[in-house]
T-cell receptor, first 115, second 110 residues
Framework: GAGVSQSPSNKVTEKGKDVELRCDPISGHTALYWYRQSLGQGLEFLIYFQGNSAPDKSGLPSDRFSAERTGGSVSTLTIQRTQQEDSAVYLC?????????????FGEGSRLTVL | RKEVEQDPGPFNVPEGATVAFNCTYSNSASQSFFWYRQDCRKEPKLLMSVYSSGNEDGRFTAQLNRASQYISLLIRDSKLSDSATYLCVVNVGNTGKLIFGQGTTLQVKP
């Protein structure tokens, strides 16, 4: 379909390993967001890309987390040296808005479990 | 103080009831306000935007009070299918950065 695509849908890893989560936004959407949601909790903002502007990284919880967006399209969220508290669903969303805020379209998320 | 705060509930109401949720936000410069709906183990989806003059979409009414920095969602004639978590979303200042509240859980009973 033409929605936001995330992979993998599920990832189980051992503590200390690195993981990469991928997000393919809706074609033509200039804004891309990463959030994470722990069980029973709300969405925690991680990072926001808008066009060619410098990303807003203010929500990244530690320097183990990083994200890139190549060519204004696909984004990768990387977590280095994973810890058990990193276990959560990582949600990616894209938006058509050029400025300000518009409707977010979410992917189905990547569920990360760190053993 | 959290940037966006909601009462997590749960709100348990009978079918046909009217229920209202409030949400407060801390940044007085915020410009964009939304309500999203999230079903269990699903991704959030936009329910409605919130406009300064208030707006209605069928059984749902959203209102904004800038002076007190809160938004509200009113659901009339609740249906079983309204059972979900309702997320308040506010942007930071005049940016596209969107902050979600922790959500309010609604359970509509027969």
């Amino acid at each position: 379909g033409a929605g936001v695509s995330q992979s993998p849908s599920n990832k189980v890893t051992e503590k200390g390993k690195d993981v990469e989560l991928r997000c393919d936004p809706i074609s033509g959407h200039t804004a891309l967001y990463w959030y994470r949601q722990s069980l029973g909790q709300g969405l925690e903002f991680l990072i926001y890309f808008q066009g060619n502007s410098a990303p807003d990284k203010s929500g990244l919880p530690s320097d183990r987390f990083s994200a890139e967006r190549t060519g204004g399209s696909v984004s990768t969220l990387t977590i280095q040296r994973t810890q058990q508290e990193d276990s959560a669903v990582y949600l990616c969303a894209s938006s058509l808005a050029w400025t300000g805020a518009g409707e977010l379209f979410f992917g189905e998320g990547s569920r990360l479990t760190v053993l | 103080r959290k940037e966006v705060e909601q009462d997590p509930g749960p709100f348990n109401v009978p079918e046909g009831a009217t229920v209202a949720f409030n949400c407060t936000y801390s940044n007085s410069a915020s410009q964009s306000f939304f309500w999203y709906r999230q079903d269990c183990r699903k991704e959030p989806k936009l329910l409605m935007s919130v406009y300064s003059s208030g707006n209605e979409d069928g059984r749902f009414t959203a209102q904004l009070n800038r002076a007190s920095q809160y938004i509200s969602l009113l659901i009339r004639d609740s249906k079983l299918s309204d059972s979900a978590t309702y997320l308040c979303v506010v942007n930071v200042g005049n940016t596209g950065k969107l902050i979600f509240g922790q959500g309010t859980t609604l359970q509509v009973k027969p």
